[in-house]
């Protein structure tokens, strides 16, 4: 009998998204690739996760619903998450993808202006997502291991 090689995660994942559809589809997909994934649908909770967890890449949605306890703040969508990583210098190398429903031509110089190199359109494939990630990590899926280039 042969030992069998353990692969080591491909990254630590966030998944900043309010749908719960999107978050298990997405966590499945990239858990079946190797990754180490954490969910969640808040942007308070996101920021929780963010300070305590050692992540390599988040992904974040754009639109999120009001939130009733933040009336007269400042709006809070998915770039607001962005431009608040990207203020803490302990977290704001971590290289972020936009995944949303929006058509990415309306946002794309905002994210560009926001250092954002990646957008992915919903409903989302698989591979296209799978590809984004590796490339955000700097990854090779064939070794599971992050290229150190």
Not at 46 to 52: E, L, P, T, Y
Not at 94 to 111: D, L, V
Not at 112 to 117: Q, R
Request: with cysteine; proline share 7%; aromatic share 6%.
């Amino acid at each position: 009998m042969t030992p069998q090689t353990a692969i080591a995660p491909l990254g630590k994942i966030l998944v900043l998204d309010d749908n719960p559809v999107v978050q298990h589809a997405v966590y499945f997909a990239l858990r079946a690739k190797g990754c180490q994934v954490l969910m969640c649908g808040e942007i308070s909770e996101a920021m929780k996760i963010v300070r305590q967890e050692k992540l390599d890449l988040i992904l974040v949605d754009l639109s999120f619903p009001l939130d009733a306890t933040n009336l007269g703040g400042p709006v809070q969508d998915g770039f607001f998450v962005i431009d608040w990583i990207h203020r803490i210098p302990e977290v704001a190398a971590i290289p972020i993808i936009i995944i949303s429903g929006t058509e990415p031509a309306i946002y794309r110089e905002r994210a560009a202006a926001a250092g954002i190199k990646t957008c992915l359109q919903k409903p989302l494939d698989k591979e296209k997502l799978f590809a984004a990630v590796q490339s955000a990590l700097g990854g090779n899926a064939a070794s599971g291991q992050p290229n150190k280039s």
